[in-house]
């Protein structure tokens, strides 16, 4: 081949480098994503740069700051109007920027700063060679057990990483349902799993079973990111576009320019369907739905107890938001395709959650699975295929969230030698021994069941109602009936906790740092105003539900 064949090929290939047009990022509209992202960024630096003894501190007041920063930022956008009539797409159609994210966005933000008090918690543990210590390992790379550990604890280790481990995750699930591609919806769930499968890894007491939780959810949360992924490919290959405007106007049969490669793959529902499965299969697992729900009681009894607190609240508030966005923005086409599918999700994930918590004898199994119940109550608002299902999933969310960081919080603080006493036989005559801490429970627990004047009733009550007016009336009988189950488990702790003699070797309630105090301060506040006062906030989820396409 001659010289100047060569030369024109290179100036051939090279020719439409020149019209790659530079990315086009609206930074104030993505302002409390960046902020979390860049604490993240700067909270692994300062474990690489700052001295031991002042990391605590440093991460801590970082992380807060952070947090609050970007609340800010969500605040003064949804002020501006980008909550309705500015609503619109950023980062080149990569973001939406519209009512559902800012709400979740702010949820989340607000449960990470409540979450996050527990995380600094240090006062709880009785100190270790005269160290203050967290709920975190000393050394997290040590052999559980093992000298290296021994020595780690000895010399007052902890494990900082966490904090910016936690702002990777929240930054990741600020994404999570603010996504309008099907690349980005990836990216983000990546970014937020990683550093949960990493935190529920660290606990200082029960490290073999904190490392079997994480190994759990690593090899599960693997194989649901996978099926996402698939299903990606699968639209992607149908649509011919990642965009979910295009792929609902292809799914719609709207689309207006097609090529002879679209017009193939359009006619092909399989490609359709089954990527739909598969994507929807993805976000029920992170959901914690029935049947993808085996991790959830193993990860939450395993995990340290703060990280668990922080998962079960916030990463509900991400995947849910995400799932509406796909049920809604991409698939309206499909409704009467999945509809039927997700009822049928919808009742086996209540009676199942409701049904199998009774058996636990385990405070955070019992949790666990009372969890994955409420993931079929709001569910239920999912299927409602209405605008008040919308506002009623995020009123439902946001009530929900707070409830559980603070119910966690309190299992933080009954502890025996071996550390937190969660066996429920432990919890026997808490009443007697510390009548506010098993007040503050009660009241989460009768929150969880759904009992009229806490944010559970009102919750419930959105979500069902969304549900008999959206032809899904089957389902909120099967919900009542749920709920009623559901309410046998949380009055029975209630009895075991006030109407029980306590055993005299029983289990002591630690006094907490104003940190946790706040944390279950915050929660009792939101449970007691979303159930006595909640009009404000459901029609501020009303305002914010209308998604931008």
């Known amino acids: 081949m001659s010289a100047a064949a060569v030369h024109s090929l290179w100036t051939t290939a090279a020719d439409p480098i020149s019209k790659i047009e530079a990315p086009k990022i609206e930074y104030a509209q993505l302002s409390p994503i960046l902020i979390v992202l860049g604490a993240a960024i700067v909270g692994v630096l300062v474990e690489a740069v700052v001295p031991r003894k002042s990391r605590y501190h440093a991460q801590t007041f970082l992380a807060v700051v952070a947090l609050a920063a970007a609340f800010a930022g969500v605040v003064a956008l949804a002020a501006d109007g980008y909550a309705t009539t ?6 080149m159609g990569a973001i939406a920027v519209d009512g559902p994210a800012l709400f979740l966005q702010g949820t989340i933000l607000l449960t990470a700063m409540v979450g996050l008090f527990t995380f600094a918690e240090r006062r709880l543990d009785p100190a270790a060679h005269g160290n203050r210590v967290d709920s975190f390992a000393a050394q997290a790379a040590a052999v559980p057990g093992s000298d290296g550990e021994k020595a780690a604890v000895r010399a007052g280790f902890t494990t900082t990483e966490v904090f910016p481990l936690l702002m ?16 980005t919806l990836f990216v983000a769930l990546e970014v937020f799993s990683l550093p949960l499968y ?12 904190s490392l079997e939780a994480a190994v759990k959810y690593f090899l599960l949360g693997a194989f649901a990111s996978a099926f996402t992924l ?27 320019n097609v090529t002879p490669a679209l017009a193939d793959t359009m006619d092909n529902d399989a490609l359709l369907l089954v990527g739909t499965a598969l994507i929807v299969m993805g976000l029920l697992f992170k959901v914690g739905a029935v049947p993808f729900h085996m991790w959830t009681p193993d990860v939450y009894q395993g995990a340290p107890t703060p990280v668990t607190g922080f998962m079960a609240a916030a990463t509900k508030v991400a995947a849910f938001g995400a799932l509406l966005r796909i049920l809604y923005v991409v698939l309206p086409g499909l409704r009467w395709d999945w509809r039927p599918v997700m009822w049928g999700v919808v009742i086996i994930t209540m009676l199942g959650g409701a049904i199998v918590a009774i058996t636990q004898t385990d405070i955070k199994r019992l949790l666990a699975y009372s969890s994955i119940a409420h993931a079929g109550f709001i569910l239920a608002g999912v299927v409602a295929t209405t605008p008040d299902g919308i506002s009623s999933v995020l009123f439902y969310l946001a009530a929900y969230s707070f409830v559980t ?24 005559g808490l009443g007697r021994r510390s009548p506010l801490v098993a007040a503050v429970f009660a009241v989460f627990l009768l929150a969880f069941a759904g009992i ?13 109602k969304a549900a008999a007016e959206g032809g899904a009336a089957p389902l909120v009988v099967v919900g009542v009936i749920s709920s009623a189950i559901a309410a046998f488990f949380y009055i029975r702790v209630i009895v075991l906790m006030f109407f029980s003699e306590p055993r005299p070797e029983g289990p002591t309630v630690a006094v907490p740092s104003p940190l946790t105090m706040t944390t279950i301060g915050v929660g009792v506040a939101v449970t007691l105003v979303l159930g006595v006062a909640p009009q404000y906030f459901l029609d501020l989820a009303g305002t914010a539900g209308v998604f931008v396409r």
């Not at 500015?86 to 980062?91: L, N, P, R, V």
């Not at 649509?239 to 207006?256: E, K, L, N, R």
């Open 86 to 91: 500015k609503s619109g797409i950023a980062a």
């Open 405 to 428: 960081v603070g119910a966690f919080a309190v299992v933080t603080l009954v502890r025996d030698a071996g550390g937190e006493a969660t066996h429920l036989s432990k919890w026997a």
């Open 230 to 256: 698939f299903g990606i490919a699968l639209l992607y290959g149908y649509a011919g576009s990642m965009s979910y405007a295009t792929i609902a106007q292809v799914v719609d049969g709207t689309v207006t």
């Open 168 to 183: 990777f995750a929240v930054a990741g699930m600020l994404l999570f349902p603010a996504a309008n591609d099907l690349l």
């Open 452 to 464: 009229p004047l806490t944010s559970g009733f009102a919750g419930k009550f959105a979500v069902f």
């Open 198 to 209: 990493l935190m529920c890894a660290l606990a200082r007491r029960k490290r073999m079973m």
